[in-house]
T-cell receptor, first 116, second 112 residues
Framework: DAGVIQSPRHEVTEMGQEVTLRCKPI?????LFWYRQTMMRGLELLIY????????DSGMPEDRFSAKMPNASFSTLKIQPSEPRDSAVYFC??????????????FGPGTRLTVT | LAKTTQPISMDSYEGQEVNITCSHN???????ITWYQQFPSQGPRFIIQ???TKVTNEVASLFIPADRKSSTLSLPRVSLSDTAVYYC?????????????FGTGTLLAVQP
């Protein structure tokens, strides 16, 4: 398997622009997670999907952030409008839920977002 | 809210065994103890997960005492390539995503 795929790997944009990050989870996994990592705040969970349904979005910082999972093989995280403080590495992870498999997550390579 | 405490950093030399301890006093009955490894510019990588006693795989061993309030990740004979940040999490089986808190992790520096 190719693992979790994220695109783009790097994104540089200007403040106020819309940014869309994409993720393809591992085939067969039924849970998908979006994280953000910065030096100051570490690795933060933004949102979690199970069977394509958002279960917990309490980590989404504000209304400028939105995430969708239209099918089992694709998810997007959108920031509109973007701000310099959104600069971070954004990771997508997937896992196969079930008893004894409590969130053994597989992470993608991340998207490094820079907002100027 | 489940919280884990682990050392900020550790130093070791190649060939030594490294033990990283994590405390999780508020662990719940359904929680599993999970460790991840993260190299610079990469996403975290799952290392090992356990519920009680001892778990061993090809990479590491995980020791969990009977009260489950702490756990120890053991890396045998480390090499320079084991230099990374190691995160301990307690993860709820069945949807407790408020426990998916990675914390600051332990930066392990392996020297020649």
């Amino acid at each position: 398997d190719a693992g979790v795929i994220q695109s783009p790997r790097h994104e540089v944009t200007e403040m106020g622009q819309e940014v869309t990050l994409r993720c393809k989870p591992i085939s067969g996994h039924n849970s998908l997670f979006w994280y953000r990592q910065t030096m100051m705040r570490g690795l933060e969970l933004l949102i979690y999907f199970n069977n394509n349904v958002p279960i917990d979005d309490s980590g989404m910082p504000e209304d400028r952030f939105s995430a969708k999972m239209p099918n089992a093989s694709f998810s997007t995280l959108k920031i509109q409008p973007s701000e310099p403080r959104d600069s971070a590495v954004y990771f997508c992870a997937s896992s196969l839920g079930g008893k004894g498999k409590a969130y053994e997550q597989y992470f993608g390579p991340g998207t490094r977002l820079t907002v100027t | 809210l489940a919280k884990t405490t682990q050392p900020i950093s550790m130093d070791s030399y190649e060939g030594q065994e490294v033990n990283i301890t994590c405390s999780h006093n508020n662990i719940a009955t359904n929680d599993y103890i999970t460790w991840y490894q993260q190299f610079p510019s990469q996403g975290p990588r799952f290392i090992i997960q356990g519920y009680k006693t001892k778990v061993t795989n090809e990479v590491a061993s995980l020791f969990i005492p009977a009260d489950r309030k702490s756990s120890t990740l053991s890396l045998p004979r480390v090499s320079l390539s084991d230099t990374a940040v190691y995160y301990c999490l307690v993860v709820g089986y069945g949807g407790a995503t408020n426990k998916l808190i990675f914390g600051t992790g332990t930066l392990l520096a392996v020297q020649p």
